[in-house]
């Protein structure tokens, strides 16, 4: 598969026929033809039905013409981006996170950024683990915030964060008088745990099983941010990301550390061939600096006093 071939596809379904793609790319009919026969050769996908001389894409034409588009999109951003990126204070930054950071830490960031170089414009969008990998892949976002650890090919990461979980209770629980929670201490009570789309739940399960917490769980939710609204609501018990407590209401929801420790980690993801990016870089450094000072307000058990201040 080549960049050529990729090109006359995009053309044929852009404008309808093969005629009119070589027109516009400046060459022949069966020039196009025999590109697109190379590249159904190449990815072994017949992108194509020929009807009457008039073609038709597949099901699969179809679902390939979104990720070619997707990525020329992203390839014309990077052009528009690479004039207005050379010097701090202009240009876009384009961010995908998982859920817990798209809404805990990264407002937190970007309000610190904005405020120092209000002339950049800041994309977040929230996305599956997935989605933030390929994303990033193809150079289609700038830096990525995962929670699990990266294997997509034409990615660099980093380790962001490895933070021990946090019982989440509501806040009139008999249990928050206690100083932290034990795996035991939640035998008969009503949990709200990670569905298993979330690596944390099979670790959990094997903590929680030992010391007869095996209950059928009240809830099932792969987001940190909704079991901690059900928690609030006085529905349950959650064992949930820290960085889940940041801005939570310390009126209805407690939280204490956890044992045996559940492991959260996460990281940040670039593309690996994305040169050297000011803008990047210094929303990394902030990044790194109020992950610091949160985490550490968190540990000396700061969370509560920190949000009542912010409310």
């Known amino acids: 598969m080549n960049l050529r071939q990729v090109e006359a596809f995009r053309l044929v379904m852009l404008r309808g026929s093969m005629t009119a793609a070589a027109q516009e790319l400046g060459t022949s009919q069966p020039s196009i033809s025999r590109l697109i026969a190379e590249l159904e050769a190449a990815t072994g996908l017949a992108l194509f039905t020929r009807i009457g001389g008039r073609i038709r894409a597949t099901d699969a034409g179809s679902a ?31 961010i995908v996170a998982a859920p817990v950071l798209a809404l805990s830490l990264l407002p937190m960031v970007i309000e610190r950024f904005l405020a120092a170089y209000p002339r950049v414009i800041v994309s977040l969008e929230m996305r ?10 193809s150079a289609y976002c700038d830096v990525g915030f995962a929670t699990v650890t990266p294997d997509a090919f034409g990615v660099t990461s980093a380790d962001l964060y490895r933070l021990p979980g946090l019982c989440a209770l509501p806040v009139r629980h008999p249990l928050v008088a206690r100083t932290s929670i034990d795996a035991s201490d939640l ?64 009126r209805r929801i407690a939280f204490r550390p956890f044992t045996p420790a559940i492991l959260f980690r996460g990281f940040t993801l670039c593309p690996q ?35 009542r201040r912010r409310r």
């Open 64 to 94: 390939f013409y979104r990720e070619v588009d997707r990525s020329f999109v992203g390839l014309e951003k990077l052009e528009h981006s690479a004039r207005e990126i050379r010097q701090l204070g202009t240009g876009r930054l384009r």
């Open 128 to 137: 599956s683990e997935g989605t933030i990998q390929r994303w990033v892949s």
């Open 187 to 250: 035998r008969g009570e009503r949990l709200i745990l990670p569905s298993y789309a979330d690596d944390t739940r099979a670790p959990l399960d094997r903590v929680l099983r030992p010391a007869g917490a095996d209950q059928v769980p009240a809830v099932e939710t792969p987001y940190g941010a909704t079991i901690c609204a059900l928690v609030s609501r006085g529905l349950g018990i959650g064992i949930v990301n820290p960085l889940a407590a940041l801005d939570a209401n310390p």
């Open 273 to 307: 061939l994305q040169q050297a990016n000011p803008v990047v870089e210094t929303f990394l450094k902030l990044v790194r600096e109020t992950m610091e000072r949160e985490i550490g307000a968190l540990r000396a058990g700061r969370v509560d006093a920190r949000s």
